[in-house]
């Protein structure tokens, strides 16, 4: 079995027609929210063998609080492809990850991060699941953590529709 963790960016500064988007870094609530997400990732899901991160300021500041809530330290690559990346580019950097690990986090940008979530997530098969899912539709705001799992033993197999949506937690739903 694989795990796939999808995490949005923590909440950032707002963009400005000046700025660099990439420079952006996290306010206050997004640093909240992102530490929650840590402790709550490594408490109900334990930390992820890697992790795939976005280049840019608020994702990179997402993984270093989140980071601080795990009991252990995964592998964590920068990479340039999932900046602002597509549902498209982010489920072909997910296909290439070496088949030794077994649970996988990216974390990135919308729109590409909840358009892969929609693409990954199965029918549902029970009421809890059927739930997550529609929350998963409502909307996938920052900070926003979405857990599949797929019955296959290669990354390079993950398909649409082929995901369990097993876990879909917000910020504010923690507590």
Sequence with gaps: MKRLFLLRHAKAVAATPSDEDRERPLVERGRDDAHAMGIYLNKTHGAPDCVLCSPSA?????????????????????????????????????????????????????????????????????????????????????????VFHFDTEKWKNIAAGDGELADFKKPKDIG
């Excluded at 999932?82 to 990135?108: E, N, Q």
């Design 58 to 146: 608020r994702t990179v500041e997402t993984w270093d609080v989140v980071s601080r809530g795990l009991d252990a330290m995964p592998d964590m690559r920068l990479v340039d492809a999932l900046y602002l990346a597509p549902w498209s580019a982010i489920l072909k950097l997910v296909r290439t990850v070496h088949d030794d690990v077994s649970s996988l986090l990216v974390i990135g940008h919308n729109p590409g991060m909840e358009e892969l979530a929609d693409i990954l997530a199965r029918k549902p098969k029970d009421n809890a699941e059927k739930k997550r899912s529609e929350a998963l539709d409502e909307k996938f705001p920052t900070a926003t953590l979405a």
